[in-house]
């Protein structure tokens, strides 16, 4: 690979990295100790799940609004720096709701920030024939931010919350000076002025498909994201270090998530592979129902965080490839609706678990939501057209320029 390869797909995982894997999932990794240290209640420690997905939501938005010229960048920076922060102003007891409320929000939209504008930077100064192998091991930092934060579990009992805090806090001051480097190297390759995208994109039904399937893994997504602790603890009363081997093995399944999408889709085309992936993620959701397996349990964990980050790379990769000039907003339109039905999804489940709806149930409920986006998603691509379109090859003249 060439200098500028690397240097590339070291920008795209730090941001996700940090962006998503740190920003997002260490509160989840850190909730219980950090429930039991500074005394939150239960509800207010799932408020402040709520307000990040808030966050993530607002920042959706507000990137797709921004201009995808150079301003990019600076945009990027400032993201990676306020998450940094808020991961260090959560690390103290003692402040009114309102501050981690706050911060919680702040880490959202960094979040939501650095998943559509890195991209964005990327797509504009890499070579095309570079893109997938750059958006592979890029995206691979989700997992690997998830990873970094579960890895921290079996030590909680020697550690404080604060520490623990505090460590992440250190590797994100190290992830933003380093992306914020490379970044100012990059900066020049970028376009002063917006490019010129047509007003009437080429839609068809394929992009509405995919849009529609990845909102369906973004509901689907919600249990094992906010309740699967809950589960484990309440439902099946394991033991702290059981718990703590299922997050494990979730960081483990989210490292491998790219990587997975990635050699399926060099060997079937990204259509197939995004098939393959989204079946056996309805599977992995439904396999947490039959409890009365360890085994089964244990590769729900793996599953589900391989999954998703799968999903997301090249459901990014896909549009990217489909749309080229136009991917900064499509990739913003299915981030803001992934943020939007993570949100809504997120009180729905809270709602239902209020009303007395079991894990199982919600479990079922997320998993046939999924399984009737992946239906339309065999419907609208058909068998007939993967055999012709294999692997999606980029209209040069769509694409980002290249430099």
């Known amino acids: 690979m060439s200098s500028n390869t690397i240097k590339l797909s070291l920008l795209l995982c730090l941001s996700m990295c940090l962006g998503i894997g740190i920003l997002r999932f260490s509160y989840t990794a850190l909730l219980p100790g950090t429930r039991e240290a500074f ?16 966050g993530y939501l607002i920042g959706a938005f507000t990137a797709m609004r921004l201009p995808q010229d150079r301003s990019m960048s600076t945009y990027i920076q400032i993201s990676a720096f306020a998450g940094m922060f808020s991961l260090m102003c959560c690390a103290f007891s003692g402040f009114s709701e309102a501050w981690y409320i706050a911060w919680r929000i702040i880490s959202g939209i960094s979040g939501g920030l650095m998943m559509i504008l890195s991209p964005s930077v990327v797509a504009q100064c890499c070579e095309l024939q570079d893109r997938l192998k750059i958006n592979f091991i890029g995206f691979s930092g989700i997992g690997v931010g998830v990873l970094v934060a579960t890895l921290f579990l079996p030590y909680l009992d020697q550690i404080s919350v604060q520490t623990a805090w505090l460590i992440l806090w250190g590797f994100a001051l190290l992830m933003s000076t380093v992306l914020s480097l490379l ?4 900066k020049p390759y970028l376009s002063l002025q917006a490019p010129a995208v047509t007003a009437h994109l080429p839609l068809n039904s394929i992009f509405y498909s995919l849009l529609t ?6 509901f689907a997504y919600i249990p094992h994201s906010l309740f699967w602790i809950d589960y484990l603890s309440q439902q099946l009363g394991l033991s702290l270090f059981w718990i703590n081997f299922n997050w494990i093995l979730y960081g483990l399944g989210s490292a491998l998530g790219a990587l997975s999408a990635y050699a399926l889709a ?6 197939a592979a995004l098939k393959i992936l989204y079946s056996l993620y309805i599977m992995a959701i439904f396999i947490a129902t039959l409890d009365a397996y360890p085994l089964l349990t244990f590769s729900s964990s793996f599953f589900t965080g391989m999954l998703n980050p799968a999903v997301v790379f090249l459901t990014s990769y896909t549009i990217l490839q489909l749309y080229g000039l136009a991917y900064k907003k499509l990739w913003s339109i299915a981030t803001l609706c992934f943020a939007a039905v993570q949100l809504i999804g997120g009180l729905s489940f809270s709602a239902l678990q209020y009303l007395g709806l079991s894990y199982h149930q919600q479990f079922i409920l997320a998993a046939f939501v999924l399984l009737l986006g992946t239906m339309q998603l065999f419907w609208y691509t ?14 040069s003249t769509q694409g980002e320029g290249t430099k």
């Open 183 to 186: 970044l100012q190297q990059f």
């Open 266 to 271: 060099r060997k079937w085309g990204n259509f």
């Open 213 to 218: 399937v990845y909102a369906c893994s973004a």
């Open 39 to 54: 005394g939150w209640s239960t509800d207010f420690a799932s408020l402040l799940g709520s307000a990040n997905l808030l």
């Open 382 to 395: 058909g068998f007939s057209r993967l055999k012709t379109n294999k692997h999606i090859q980029p209209d």
